[in-house]
Every structure is written in C-alpha cells, then in structure tokens.
C-alpha cells in the first residue's frame, strides 16, 4: 500500500504527458513549456512562455520559471553539476497524494529545460524530500515520461530482468510484462522484481532460475546522475548464496539497469559505504558496466 495513493495522480500525469508528446511545440530560444496543475487537479497544463532573463543567466531563469509556482513556497535554491536542488518551507507537507505528484512533476519538466540543469531534489526543511518515509531522491524529465498504455489503469512494459541460472555459474536472460506503477521511477521496479525473485514473474519458466540476490536485502536508495545508477543495499546483501559467485549477483543486477535508456555504470554501495571486495569479486568500489559474457540464454515466457 505504500505507493498506492499516489498511481491515480501518476496515471494523470502519464495521460497528460502521452498527449503532449504527440503535440509538442517547437520551442525556440529562450521559451519554455511551462508546466503547471489546472486549477480543478485534474491534471498538468502547459502554456509556451518567453522568459524576460538573458539565455545565458541561467539563475536569473531558473528565478523567473520558479517565481510561477507561487502556491508553493520554495524558500532558496541551489545550482551545482547539473542538478538543481530546491528548497521548501515546511508548508510543503502540506500537499499530499495527487496533489503533491502533480506539483512535483509540473516544477521538475518545468526547470529540466533549463539549460544547464539535468536533475531536480526537493528538500524539506533541509531534509530530502519524503513520501511514506521512502526518500524521492533525484529526478530529471524522464522521471515522469512513461506513456499509459492498455486500457489506462494499468501501464504494461516489457522488461528484461536477469537470473542466475541453476548452476549458479552463468546468468539467464528473462523478458517479462511487468505492471509498471507509475509512482515508483522503472529502475527501482527492477531492482524490485531481482529482489522478489524469478517466482514472482507470471509470464516466464521459472525451473532453470534462481534468485541472486541474498534473501533480506532491502534496497537503501537508487539515484540516477549523468548514466551512473547508484544503489545502496543494507547488510544483508553481503549474505552471498554459497551455490552462486558473486560476480553472477553483481551482474544480475548490473544487466538489469543497463538495460534501461539512461544508465551505462552501476555503483553499490552497503549501508552507504563502499566496499572494496564482495565475495570473490575485487573492485568493488568502482562502477560496473554490462557484462553478457556470463549470460547463458534467455527464458522467455
């Protein structure tokens, strides 16, 4: 239920945005779509605006295009590699479900157009933003691109996971439907669906996989900044199975998201701390790109 009561608000955001991205204007220098809830919070409307700041003042507009979220109070903000990091009064608190979805995706496809700004993070109080004690992290446009698809209560997408195989030595490669909850950013759905293992998967045959990861691990956190996707497991991830290497663990994982359009690199960490070595594997503190080499064939429901 964790994430429940926001999907209706997510599912209004993806309708809208499916639209747009068939009508999508041709934005010229120093214009913007701007984005913002219409006054009934059905939804998000956009309108073409011309910035008055010179094109290269990019803190002058990132002022101005904030200066039209008046309903919020946004007390300072801060521009450092990329992303932008704003900050709330503690009035934020007061938005909740669809409400609060539909604002955060209006500032943030708002102020990415910002040349010079890839990435968003809203704090609280000076605290990273919460929501059901989960922290949001970072967000760029692509957080809030996914189109619906079926009938528009659900958004299907296929995905492709991978497993360790039975012996423990070699990878398979999965492609299955997986309910996308509009709420929860893709690569933490996957990341997710490794956690729950190949049985959870509806579509697929499951006899000749296993689950890689250690049973009791949780997921810290995931970030993604300029193609590195950072996760963070707890402790229990170091609880290696001894019939699987840990390299198949690490790049069950590490296939997963790269698999995704906007990540290239995986960085781990434990319990917010890098590790030098994970099982057998050494360098583990560096990032880790796709390797297929250990990928045996796929399972394809």
Known sequence: MRFVKYILGMILISLFLYSCG??????QE?????????????????????????????????????DKYKNVDIRD??????????YFSTAYKNL??????????????TLCQVEGVEYVEFFVDDISLLIDGEPVGVMSSLSFLDSIGGDGDTQDKYVTLYFSDN??????????????????????????????????LEDVNTSDLK????????????????????????????????EIKSEIVIYSIVNTLCELSDVNKV??????????????????????ERNLDLVSGGSKG
């Open 30 to 66: 120093g214009k913007f779509i701007l984005y913002q809830v219409e006054e009934d919070g059905s939804g998000l409307r956009k309108t073409l605006y011309e910035v008055q700041a010179e094109y290269e003042d990019t803190v002058g507009i990132v002022e101005e295009l904030l």
């Open 211 to 242: 689950q890689t990861i250690p049973d009791g691990t949780t997921l810290n956190s995931l970030t993604i900044r300029d193609n590195v996707c950072y996760v963070d497991f707890s402790r229990e991830f170091q609880n290696i199975q001894t």
């Open 267 to 288: 960085q781990f960490t434990i319990d917010g701390e890098q590790k030098k070595t994970y099982g057998d594997t050494k360098k583990f503190n560096i990032p880790f």
């Open 22 to 27: 068939k009508s999508q204007p041709d934005v």
């Open 77 to 86: 903000f801060q521009i450092k590699e990329k992303q932008l990091s704003l």
């Open 167 to 200: 012996s423990g030595m070699g990878m398979k490669e999965v492609n299955s439907k997986l309910t996308h909850d509009m709420t929860v950013p893709l690569a933490r759905l996957l990341i997710q669906q490794l956690l729950n293992g190949p049985e959870e």
């Open 96 to 109: 909740h479900g669809i409400e609060e979805v539909l604002q955060r995706a209006a500032i943030v496809k």
